[in-house]
């Protein structure tokens, strides 16, 4: 059974550092493309950072030069550092993991998510 648990969330204030953790079990970790990704209250879920499998990423405009993702194999976590908090960053986050494979069936599992409240 594949699970993936967030871990992190909470609130603070706007200027201020958060780290998310997302445990992954039931899959093999290191083949996955790893993202997280948020939603806020009335507005569509979005891609907030990616890694591959081979360590590349990618962020979103609003989180670029704010945000770091990374990833342990080892302890099959991927991580969300994320600083310089803004109240627009309040959302839920969820973690996500998909992998297309050689014979191209999509797997695709997602987190129960944490929430993030930037606030003063």
């Known amino acids: 059974q594949v699970q993936l648990a967030e871990s992190g969330g909470g609130l603070v204030q706007p200027g201020g550092s958060l780290r998310l953790s997302c445990a992954a079990s039931?899959?093999?970790?290191?083949?996955?493309?790893m993202a997280w990704y948020r939603q806020a209250p009335g507005k569509q879920r979005e891609l907030v950072a990616v890694?591959?499998?081979?360590?590349?990423?990618n962020y979103a405009d609003p989180v670029k030069g704010r945000f770091t993702i990374s990833r342990d194999n080892a302890k099959n976590t991927v991580y969300l550092q994320m600083n310089s908090l803004k109240s627009e960053d309040t959302a839920v986050y969820f973690c996500?993991?998909?992998?297309?494979?050689?014979?191209?069936?999509?797997?695709?599992?997602w987190g129960q998510g944490t929430q993030v409240t930037v606030s003063s």
């Open positions: 039931g899959i093999i970790f290191s083949i996955y493309r």
């Open positions: 890694i591959t499998s081979g360590g590349s990423t």
């Open positions: 996500n993991a998909a992998l297309r494979s050689e014979s191209h069936q999509d797997y695709d599992y």
